[in-house]
């Protein structure tokens, strides 16, 4: 089997690169990625051997083509994926989510090639807080942000190219994710790295806005799963039932510290914020009987923090640029 992984050289399809190897290790796998400012070089570096990797984009409809016509699945990770890189300038958000999905769709329409589309759970909106309620494969798309309404374009389009043209196609969206080899603009690894930095994470607003976290190898057994079982014009959902508030992952990082529960700071909120987000996985649970294995959430933020702790050469190189980002827009 022949698999090109666009945006495999960003944080999810990099972990996804290393589940392949392990799970699939027959597999040819062919990385396509732009390299924008979140792909890291030595994430590239410590691929498996054999993992060919091609510098492009997913907007260039002849390079896409080219790839595609010879492998036989692709699996897009492909994003430009930060909310706030999304309110400071959009229009990328639209070349990447939106019109390089369409190329890669188009691709493989020309070729039969299996599709399988990650998305997010933004791209329903938000939930209230302090209700029970969670997204459902029916709830409608109602996305509230920049960065979802352009997810949310990207994942109307393979519906259509499903249905219309017979495309091969399914999409997933997933909760939040955290593990090794996230960019240290996100909210784990902004907090983890300040504090190896001796400094106070930063909390948007009350910090009572909740996310559903999932381990980034949960996700990706769960992409696996959809791959081999899911049902072609099927959008499905993917979590792992682990709602927190901000703060009470702040909290849990302190002590994973040894620092006093108050030593953080409450900063301007993200406009827009999206409250809470919460995934009812009952359908891919039932249609292929994937679980998620990393349900203890102490002991996977801990390992995380491990991770961040021991591999400091790996994101060093981009902490300072990314604290810049924000105090230029606080
Ligand atoms: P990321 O920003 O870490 O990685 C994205 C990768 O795509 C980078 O390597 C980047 O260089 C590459 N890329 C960007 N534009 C490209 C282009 N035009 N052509 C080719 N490559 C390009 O993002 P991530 O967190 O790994 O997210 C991957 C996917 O998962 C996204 O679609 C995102 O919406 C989705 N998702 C992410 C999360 C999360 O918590 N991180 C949760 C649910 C869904
Ligand atoms: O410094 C911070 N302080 C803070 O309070 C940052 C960077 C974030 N936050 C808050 C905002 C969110 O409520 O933490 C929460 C998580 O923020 P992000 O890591 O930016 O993630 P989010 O906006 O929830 O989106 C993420 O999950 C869904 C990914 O970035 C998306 O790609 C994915 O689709």
Redesign the pocket.
């Known amino acids: 089997m022949r698999i090109l992984v ?2 495999g ?5 990099s972990n996804f690169v290393h589940t392949l190897h392990h799970e699939r290790p027959s597999w040819e796998v062919t990385v ?5 400012y ?2 890291n070089p030595a994430t590239v570096a410590g691929f498996p051997t054999g993992t060919e990797v091609v510098a492009g ?3 260039d409809a002849t390079l896409v083509d080219r790839l595609v016509r010879s492998h036989e699945v692709v699996v897009n ?6 909310n706030d890189a999304a309110l400071a300038s959009p229009e990328p958000f639209v ?2 989510n939106v019109v ?1 999905t369409f190329t890669l769709l188009e691709a493989c329409r020309s070729h039969g090639a299996r599709f399988h589309h ?4 933004e791209v329903f909106g938000d939930l209230p807080l302090g209700t029970p309620e969670a997204f459902t494969e029916a709830t409608p798309l109602r996305p509230s942000s920049p960065y979802s309404a352009t ?1 949310a374009g990207g994942d109307v389009l393979v519906g259509a190219w499903a249905r219309s043209f017979g495309v091969q196609a399914t999409v997933s969206r ?4 955290f593990g090794p080899f ?2 240290v603009e ?1 909210f784990i690894p902004r907090q983890i790295t300040t504090l190896l930095d001796g400094g106070r994470p930063q909390v948007y607003g009350t910090g009572a806005n909740v996310r559903d976290w999932i381990h980034v190898d949960d996700h990706n057994s769960a992409v696996l799963a959809l791959l081999d079982q899911g049902v072609p014009g099927k959008a499905y959902l993917i979590g792992a039932r682990c709602e927190k508030s901000n703060l009470d992952v702040v909290r849990t990082l302190l002590e994973l510290f040894g620092l006093a529960p108050d030593f953080y700071d409450l900063v301007a909120d993200r406009p827009g914020h999206d409250l809470r987000y919460a995934i009812d996985p009952s359908l891919l649970e039932g249609d292929t009987g994937w679980a998620p294995a990393h349900t203890d959430f102490h002991s996977a933020l801990k390992e995380t923090v491990d991770w961040y702790r021991d591999n400091e050469q790996w994101w060093r190189p981009t902490k300072a640029a990314t604290e810049e980002f924000y105090r230029s827009r606080a």
């Open positions: 666009p945006g050289a960003g944080f999810i399809g396509l990625d732009a390299m924008t979140a792909a984009s997913i907007t990770f492909a994003a430009e994926s930060h070349q990447t390089g990650v998305s997010t759970d997810k997933c909760s939040n994710n996230q960019h996100k």
